[in-house]
């Protein structure tokens, strides 16, 4: 019943903005861990933010102080609000979560995304130099 859709991928020049959404469906959110995994092309996925059901949130360290997670429940949103962006920045980035009771926000989604199961189909984002 879980249903995750990315959308706001885009090129941008190196120090811009780009906010990316994911709408979702069929997720009980007070119990939910959500998050966005990046993966760029011959490299490991990695992960990128998470917020937990106590709102609680964590960030990958490459993308600390410069990346925002946040949900807009009115729209069943969920954003990820991208400033200062590098050519390192530059992957296709994921929607996904996971139903772990009263889920905690945690560095080891960042480390281990695979504990996510349930994911988007991905939106590419393109940072230019």
């Known amino acids: 019943q879980v249903r995750l859709v990315e959308s706001g991928g885009g090129s941008v020049q190196a120090g811009g903005s780009l906010t990316l959404s994911c709408s979702f469906s069929g997720i009980y959110i007070v119990s939910a861990c959500m998050g966005w995994v990046r993966q760029a092309p011959g490299k490991e996925r990695e992960g990128v933010a998470v917020i937990g059901a106590d709102q609680g949130t964590v960030y990958g360290d490459s993308v600390k102080g410069r990346f925002s997670i946040s949900i807009d429940h009115g729209k069943n949103i969920l954003a990820l609000q991208m400033n200062s962006l590098k050519s390192d920045d530059t992957a296709v980035y994921y929607c996904?979560?996971?139903?772990?009771?009263?889920?905690?926000?945690?560095?080891?989604?960042?480390?281990?995304?695979?504990?996510?199961?349930?994911w988007g189909q991905g939106t590419q984002v393109t940072v230019s130099s």
């Open positions: 996904a979560y996971v139903d772990h009771e009263n889920c905690h926000a945690d560095n080891a989604y960042l480390v281990h995304p695979g504990t996510f199961d349930s």
